[in-house]
């Protein structure tokens, strides 16, 4: 069974910073684009940042210049480096990645359970 386990989550005062993974775990036969989410209280759901396979990344506005996404394809796991956090990051973050499970020839979208990340003013 296939599944996206995310760590790194905490409490951090503003300016700090936090480093979230998330591995890709189970019978996986090729890992597409994986990316983070966040949804802050009473909000929806948002892109934070996205890279491909070839590890090209995508890291929205919001966050650009103190957020950066990289990923280890040995080990299936993306990162998201967090720095120069902000009271307005705070939120749920939710690892997603595209990809083909063993027995498979398409890929699927695949989400992690989140984690949660404070950041204290």
């Known amino acids: 069974q296939v599944q996206l386990v995310e760590s790194g989550g905490g409490l951090v005062q503003a300016g700090g910073s936090l480093r979230l993974s998330c591995v890709a775990s189970g019978a996986i036969v090729s890992v597409n684009d994986m990316g983070w989410y966040r949804q802050a209280p009473g909000k929806q759901r948002e892109l934070v940042a996205t890279?491909?396979?070839?590890?090209?990344?995508n890291v929205e506005d919001s966050v650009r210049g103190r957020f950066a996404i990289f990923r280890d394809n040995i080990k299936n796991t993306v990162y998201l480096q967090m720095n120069s956090l902000k009271p307005e990051d705070t939120a749920d973050y939710y690892c997603?990645?595209?990809?083909?499970?063993?027995?498979?020839?398409?890929?699927?979208?695949?989400w992690g359970q989140g984690t949660q990340v404070t950041v204290s003013s």
């Open positions: 890279i491909t396979s070839g590890g090209r990344p």
């Open positions: 997603n990645a595209e990809l083909m499970p063993l027995g498979s020839s398409d890929y699927y979208d695949y």
